[in-house]
């Protein structure tokens, strides 16, 4: 299955202005999350079987990273529930299914990717957990193509190509990664 270059042509548009109204602060993070899912199910969204360009990888990525962020936020309602243990459990295992498929599109998308376009380090997170193991792998060639993964062979890759640099920085969406949500 093949998107028309229209149709991604509309989604990337739809989701730059999500990334702007973010940005100035005329949504939240939940909101912008719940859009994007809307969005993609408006757009009645499907994955790529088969990837052949970076722009069909990050439309794959932004597919599957959709889903498990909000599924993730889905799982959190009932997190101290006791009734609806079964119910965080679904929810945490669709988001962490989704996250697996988003790192295997993001595996793509550097593969696809030219070293000269790529720029990758370790973001300064405020979690312990993420700090030293969220890495981001910034796109220099295409607006908005910012990615994060802590997939060890995404990693590897990287320095096979010479395009991560082994050091700290801050996020370039570091307000929206630095935030619980």
Excluded: C, W
């Excluded at 790192?103 to 998308?109: E, F, V």
Aim: hydrophobic share 35%; proline share 1%.
């Amino acid at each position: 299955m093949n998107i028309p270059n229209y149709q991604l042509q509309i989604f990337f548009q739809k989701r730059n202005e999500l990334i702007r109204q973010l940005e100035k602060n005329t949504i939240n993070k939940i909101e912008f999350l719940e859009q994007n899912y809307n969005l993609i199910q408006n757009l009645n969204m499907k994955p790529l079987l088969n990837i052949s360009s970076v722009e069909e990888g990050m439309y794959n990525y932004q597919y599957y990273n959709i889903l498990a962020k909000f599924f993730k936020q889905k799982a959190t309602l009932y997190y101290n529930n006791k009734k609806k243990k079964k119910k965080y459990a679904e929810y945490i295992m669709k988001s962490n299914n989704y996250y697996n498929e988003k790192d295997k599109q993001l595996l793509k998308i550097v593969e696809l990717s030219k070293n000269d376009n790529i720029e990758s380090y370790f973001v300064e997170m405020y979690s312990k957990k993420l700090n030293s193991n969220l890495f981001e792998i910034v796109l220099k060639n295409i607006e908005f193509a910012v990615f994060h993964s802590m997939d060890t062979k995404i990693l590897k890759l990287l320095k096979e190509k010479n395009s991560f640099l082994d050091i700290t920085k801050k996020s370039k969406i570091d307000n929206y990664v630095n935030t619980n949500i």
